[in-house]
């Protein structure tokens, strides 16, 4: 068979090469600096994105899908790839696949392409990638702490599925785990499951007893005004996507300890994290 890879980061420079050792066909574009499908026979690297796309009716690029409104996320490329340029011809025959595409950006590929898949809506995939997050996180506070996770006192900013999976993670290292959300049934069910929680927009004060804060909510909910309440030692972890929830400059300038920690699925794998202040 016969299969398209177009910029991502390890993950699919992984997949390509996987794709190729199981003697299928593999063309590439957007990883001409991926050291993992060198001198791979099998994996072909295009000149163009249309050539790429010309070669397959399967078509695999990055999760997440665009890392801003028009740009694909590209990690092994000097170059940048536009959604436009994905949806500049028609693709009818063609299918798609990728991870956590917006609504805006799925209306325009499927103007394009006879299918798109997003990867990241099937429930087992993303249960399996909560649980690798989660544990990533785990890794990432062991990396960046000098104490034990056992008595720390650890706050989750969400309570969506990673949120839920980074917590019981961080519980069974007998952590002091406070979860933050807005919602009474959220609030609810984080005692249900033997946390602390506390309501995420009457923080501030309390700040200062927490030794790891980690954010799993993807818009701004930390920035100068609550770091100010913090101590000096904690730790930042934010999971969240682009734009992310904690304001990289402000942790900066106040000289915290901060980790945006993306990929994690990816990077647990590695234990390379980078993004450390």
């Not at 519980?171 to 933050?180: I, N, P, Q, R, Y």
Request: aromatic share 6%; glycine share 6%; with cysteine.
């Amino acid at each position: 068979m016969k299969f398209t890879v177009i910029g991502g980061d390890l993950r699919l420079s992984n997949l390509a090469k996987i794709l190729a050792n199981d003697n299928n066909e593999v063309f590439v574009f957007g990883m001409e600096k991926s050291k993992d499908i060198e001198n791979n026979q099998r994996i072909k690297k295009c000149k163009s994105i249309n050539e790429a796309i010309e070669k397959s009716n399967t078509i695999i690029t990055s999760i997440p899908f665009l890392k801003d409104e028009n740009e694909v996320y590209a990690t092994f490329s000097d170059d940048i790839i536009q959604l436009d340029d994905l949806i500049e011809n028609k693709y009818k025959n063609k299918t798609l696949i990728a991870g956590s595409i917006s609504k805006d950006a799925k209306e325009q590929l499927k103007e394009s392409f006879g299918k798109v898949i997003d990867i990241m809506n099937e429930e087992e995939l993303v249960v399996l990638n909560t649980i690798a997050t989660a544990e990533g996180a785990v890794d990432v506070a062991i990396q960046n702490t000098d104490i034990t996770i056992h008595g720390s006192k650890v706050l989750i900013l969400g309570f969506g599925r990673v949120a839920k999976e980074v917590a019981n993670k961080f519980h069974g290292l007998s952590a002091k785990v406070t979860c933050a959300a807005r919602k009474k049934s959220d609030l609810a069910w984080a005692k249900a499951l033997g946390y602390e929680a506390t309501n995420i927009y009457s923080l501030r004060e309390d700040l200062k007893q927490y030794d790891i804060i980690i954010n799993t909510i993807p818009q701004m909910i930390i920035d100068k005004e609550e770091m100010q309440y913090m101590n000096k030692n904690v730790l930042l972890i934010d999971l969240a996507s682009s734009p992310g929830g904690i304001n990289t400059n402000d942790a900066q300038k106040l000289k915290l300890k901060f980790v945006w920690a993306l990929a994690l699925p990816r990077k647990s794998c590695t234990c390379k994290f980078s993004g450390v202040y």
